[in-house]
């Protein structure tokens, strides 16, 4: 994801495995379409606060039952100062997300300065990764909470635009830290790095738990989010599956993510039992 909220692109993967670059991709073309899904997402349910429905569960069922707030477009655009260049946090494969401004108790739009920073992810028209991972966003991080998962403000759907609105980390993500240098993002020392490693951990934990039981999928330091105080969030729910239910094992899907961060059984079978935990190793050699 990036600057908070995600816009670095996911990709399908070529099956001929390569190590990440610096930049923590080695992108391939996305096969995502940007027309209305109709797919089912399962979920699954336990005794926490952070449960999620049952499964399976249409797009109207997610979008009714989500715990956030749906905002008009014409609300966002008055947040971002009508999505001006000036606001921009960073751009990608999903499309642009920008600084947005709202009143911390209403959500209204406000002028710069005041209320709550938020940021405001904007698909690209002709976004190939669209509206079925804009779906899975809300139908996750929509649904669950955890200290170490970012947190969705709400979302936009509205004709064709399709926007989400997630909580500011002004700290960016981990990948600017250990590859980027400048007046914002200093080396972190030691210290900080195995506390954000600890933390990323807690997250994955989390959703591999029996309150969430779903694989992440796109375990990477760009998708590590820091906030002020460098605490770490994961981010970025576009690939994220329901894990294995019952006496399955596993679960197979077409091959998705980012090259050089996905177990190689993955590539070769699809098999996503041991992906996110490939994917985070990779990771945290990378620190």
């Known amino acids: ?22 930049s923590g991709t080695a992108g391939s073309k996305s096969v995502s379409k940007n027309a209305a899904d109709t797919s089912t997402f399962g979920t699954k349910t336990s005794g926490s606060s952070s449960s999620v429905p049952p499964t399976p569960r249409t797009e109207a069922e997610i979008l009714e039952s989500s715990n956030v707030r749906k905002f008009s477009f014409g609300e966002l655009k008055g947040s971002t100062r009508n999505f001006r260049p000036d606001s921009l946090l960073g751009e990608g494969g999903f499309g642009s997300v920008f600084k947005g401004w709202m009143d911390e108790r209403t959500l209204a739009p406000v002028r710069p300065g005041a209320g709550i ?65 400048g007046s914002n993002f200093q080396p ?40 002020s105080e460098y605490n770490a969030k ?7 599956k329901d894990g294995p239910s019952g ?25 996503l039992c041991k992906h996110d935990l490939a994917a985070s190793n990779v990771s945290y050699l990378c620190h």
């Open 117 to 181: 920073i938020v940021a405001v992810k904007k698909l690209k028209l002709d976004s190939f990764q669209g509206h079925r991972e804009w779906l899975a966003e809300v139908n996750y991080l929509g649904q669950l909470s955890h200290p170490n998962l970012v947190k969705l403000i709400g979302y936009c759907l509205e004709d064709e635009q399709r926007l989400l609105v997630y909580e500011y980390m002004p700290r960016g993500s981990l990948e600017h830290h250990l590859f980027r240098r």
């Open 234 to 240: 994961l981010s970025d729910f576009g690939l994220a």
């Open 1 to 22: 994801m990036g600057n908070c909220a995600g816009v670095e692109g996911n990709a399908e993967i070529n099956p001929s495995f390569s190590a990440p670059n610096s």
């Open 188 to 227: 972190l020392p030691w210290n900080l790095r195995m506390k954000v490693a600890l933390e990323a951990a807690r997250g994955l934990a989390f959703l591999h738990g029996d309150q969430a039981k779903v694989i992440y999928r796109d375990f990477k330091t760009s998708n590590i989010l820091l906030d």
């Open 247 to 271: 006496d399955k094992s596993h679960v197979s899907t077409r091959v998705m993510g980012t090259q050089g961060y996905a177990a190689p059984e993955y590539l070769a079978t699809g098999n």
